[in-house]
């Protein structure tokens, strides 16, 4: 009586023992994968030489039909990104158009996360060795190969091509 008594005692801390690592399995996996889903990395962009981004905030329909200053300052974005890509691949000056409340840039092996300050609308340009200069609001064509034009130097003269 007393070995069945012993093997039932055995059987219940078994059981408590299985319980007590299964919920403290469930307790990790929840801790483990909160903070990666709630914290996504932005976007990285690799500045291996001429780079400029352009950046807007992400909206939604709705927020572009409830507001027209938005919906026409995204238009105009989109339509001078179009116009100045050709001519700054021509000048070998990458051109990454972003929809992000902030990104990551690499320069080397340093990685900068930059997040808009005066405005959620604008250009970062960067090329290795130099501080990055931002642009905030929308460029229109001509004016932001005029910026990339001073900042990266005689090299990189561009012309508007319509």
């Given at each position: 009586?007393?070995?069945f ?6 059987k ?9 690592f ?10 483990r994968?909160l ?8 976007p ?9 981004v352009?950046?807007?905030p ?13 919906n ?6 989109r339509?001078?990104?179009?116009h ?10 990458e ?12 320069v ?9 300050a ?16 931002i ?15 001073d900042?990266?130097?005689?090299q990189?003269?561009v012309?508007?091509?319509?």
């Amino acid at each position: 009586m007393e070995l069945f008594s012993s093997l039932a005692y055995i059987k219940l801390q078994m059981k408590r023992l299985i319980v007590l690592f299964g919920f403290a399995a469930v307790c990790l996996l929840t801790v483990r994968t909160l903070p990666v889903s709630a914290a996504e990395n932005p976007p990285l962009v690799v500045a291996e030489g001429r780079t400029i981004v352009a950046f807007f905030p992400p909206v939604s329909d709705a927020e572009l039909q409830k507001d027209a200053d938005t919906n026409e300052a995204l238009a105009d974005f989109r339509l001078y990104a179009t116009h100045v890509r050709e001519p700054l691949k021509n000048a070998g000056i990458e051109f990454h158009e972003l929809y992000a409340q902030s990104f990551r840039v690499r320069v080397g092996k340093a990685v900068t996360t930059f997040r808009p300050a005066k405005a959620d609308i604008g250009y970062y340009l960067v090329v290795p060795g130099k501080k990055p200069r931002i642009e905030y609001g929308v460029l229109t064509d001509t004016d932001l190969l005029r910026v990339a034009n001073d900042y990266f130097g005689t090299q990189a003269k561009v012309k508007v091509v319509r």
